[in-house]
């Protein structure tokens, strides 16, 4: 049985690459989304318009606000002087924070006070603590104090990720993303087409088995998907520098484990739905948007409701991208991804079950 | 005596409490030319589809080129060749590409692809348009050689499911001349179809009323038991009988 699987292999890579417009898309779409993540799409802190009030007016705080404004992370927009036309540049929407340097009641000390626009609550956490962050390295040599007033000043290091770079973040999520979406779609919306043309009928009733059809159907999107994991990985590298810590190795590994998940996944969808537009919509709704929200790459699980945390852990994007960063980006070894190896594993075996069930029952 | 190559004993397909086929008994002779007729929701394609292997029958027994339609099916399947209604090629791959497509799955080796594909563009005169594209095909040739497709490695049996729906009459008789080449190698051809012109070129027809054979003889007896001019009137004498709507 081995020449008539390659006869239909080699079928499948036509199929592909005589449609020049959807191979552009699955080679193009990760450049794409890569770049827009890395440069458009940010969430990371970068010349956030600040106003400063500064009452005090002293060698301190004139050093401090200095500071301020050399950082890449605010920009100044005006040096005010007084509240009241803080408040206005708020509601004009031209600044998202107003520092305020009060004078002391004792000559000589001065108070800080911040005021950070927070409609938008991930940023304004983040402006604080950058904020503060300045205004302890500043005025820790003098007599400064936090609240407490016993002296203690936190020392934060950040590990892994010291610059609090979203890349780190973004770039194991685009890869769940992408390889959803091109081995469960593009599996799916193939088998399904051979339905809607009537080829199927005529492959069912060849001595092909269905396992082999399956495979075949299969093997194409999986070589494509690991030039796109590659595609990913150089220009994060390169481009962005993400760090590659761990095994190359095992994260390809990894990668190829995900992507089986998404080909059972694609494969049980195209037993369910008729149509090609139907598989889209289903791969669409069913497999991108738990991937885009539930998997952790947007919104920090943590921060969900208890029944969200719950419904994540069936999502698989949710286990490789914690691989992934394990990997990558913490440069962990194979011991500490054995969970998540672990879970995706399961999740192929019940999978495969599932629609070869399914396929008997179409029969 | 000729051997028969399709045979059935009370063959049966329920869905549910809905019986699709209901115990039919046939036989087909090798090399005959065989019209399986009834009107839409008959249960002609549920037959049809226990007698390729695809479908497990609820009851009944049936034998197709000699294998067991229940634990067989994988032998009956290389042994019989089989063409849709809906067009069983692909349109994206070129001519040749399709003939070493199936070739490829029936097992045919490069040597024998190679004459059979040479073999069969000379045949159906399109030996230009080896490297076409099927789209671009018209629907006459594109179904002449899907069929020459279905047979290419030589099957027992050849289903035929509407093969000629949508062509014009001209077409539809040249479509028929390569049947009877077929049926005179000694492949068995077992057609359905809605054309009653069609029926006329059978060598027996059966005709499928409510999931039962009501009848079936050569299209000149079944004329004479009927008092009918042709194989319409026969058709509707038949299925006017009928209970069921179409789905």
Avoid at chain 1, 146 to 168: E, M, W
Avoid at chain 1, 279 to 303: C, Q, T
Avoid at chain 2, 81 to 94: A, E, N, T
Wanted: glycine share 8%; proline share 4%.
């Amino acid at each position: 049985m081995k020449s008539p699987l390659v006869a239909f292999v080699r079928k499948e890579f036509i199929h592909i690459f005589r449609d020049k417009r959807t191979m552009m898309i699955l080679l193009l779409m990760p450049v794409v989304l890569i770049i827009l993540f890395g440069y458009a799409i940010t969430t990371e802190i970068k010349c956030v318009p600040i106003a400063i009030l500064d009452q005090s007016r002293d060698e301190v705080t004139q050093k401090m606000i200095s500071h301020f404004v050399a950082s890449e992370y605010f920009e100044l927009y005006k040096m005010i002087d007084n509240v009241e036309e803080g408040r206005a540049l708020f509601r004009q929407g031209k600044v998202r924070m107003v520092l305020i340097v009060e004078r002391g009641k004792v000559k000589g000390e001065s108070e800080i006070q911040l005021l950070v626009d927070a409609t938008d609550p991930n940023e304004a956490t983040q402006l604080s603590a950058y904020a503060t962050q300045i205004a302890v390295e500043q005025l820790s040599p003098f007599t400064f104090h936090l609240s407490t007033g016993k002296g203690i000043v936190p020392v934060i290091s950040l590990l892994y990720n010291p610059q609090l770079r979203g890349a780190y973040n973004f770039v194991p999520g685009v890869m769940g993303l992408i390889l959803i979406l091109i081995c469960a779609m593009m599996t799916s919306v193939g088998i399904v087409k051979e339905k809607e043309i009537g080829t199927m009928e005529v492959l069912l009733v060849s001595p092909l088995k269905p396992v082999y059809i399956i495979l075949a159907k299969a093997t194409p999107y999986l070589l494509l998907s690991l030039v796109n994991i590659a595609t990913i990985l150089a220009l994060s590298y390169f481009l962005l520098d993400v760090p590659i810590n761990g095994s190359l190795l095992l994260l390809v590994g990894v990668s190829v484990l995900y992507a089986l998940v998404a080909l059972c996944l694609g494969l049980l969808i195209s037993t369910i739905a008729d149509t090609q537009q139907a598989a889209m919509l289903i791969s669409a709704v069913v497999l991108m948007l738990p991937v885009i929200l539930l998997s952790g790459m947007v919104f920090p699980i943590e921060n969900m409701p208890e029944i969200l945390q719950v419904i994540s852990n069936i999502v698989p994007a949710k286990w490789y991208i914690i691989a992934v960063k394990d990997i990558m980006i913490k440069g962990l070894g194979l011991g500490s991804v054995l969970q998540e190896i672990g879970i995706l594993s399961l999740m192929v075996v019940v999978l495969i079950g599932l629609s070869v069930k399914r396929f008997k029952i179409r029969l | 005596m000729i051997m028969n190559v399709i045979e059935t004993d009370k063959l049966t397909k329920c869905f549910g409490s809905f019986t699709a086929v209901d115990h039919i008994s046939f036989a087909v002779g090798e090399g005959e030319i065989f019209g399986f007729l009834g009107a839409n929701g008959a249960g002609k394609t549920t037959a049809m589809r226990m007698l390729c292997g695809l479908s497990t029958p609820t009851s009944g027994t049936g034998k197709v080129a000699g294998f067991d339609i229940y634990k067989e099916t994988e032998q009956i399947k290389r042994h019989i060749g089989y063409m849709s209604q809906k067009f069983s090629l692909y349109g994206d791959l070129k001519v040749w590409e399709n003939i070493r497509l199936y070739g490829g799955i029936y097992g045919l080796s490069e040597k024998q692809l190679k004459a059979k594909t040479d073999e069969l563009l000379r045949v159906l005169d399109l030996e230009n348009e080896r490297n076409t594209l099927v789209d671009a095909l018209p629907l006459g040739w594109k179904q002449k050689l899907a069929f020459s497709v279905a047979i290419i490695h030589e099957p027992r049996i050849v289903f035929l499911d509407e093969p000629t729906g949508g062509v014009d009459p001209v077409t539809r008789r040249q479509f028929w001349e390569l049947i009877y080449q077929a049926a005179e190698r000694g492949i068995t051809v077992f057609v359905t179809t809605h054309y009653m012109d069609e029926a006329e070129y059978c060598n027996r027809v059966s005709i499928m009323v409510d999931g039962k054979i009501e009848a079936l003889d050569s299209p000149s007896a079944l004329k004479s038991s009927f008092k009918a001019g042709n194989m319409n009137e026969v058709f509707h004498a038949l299925a006017r009988r009928a209970k069921r709507t179409e789905n």
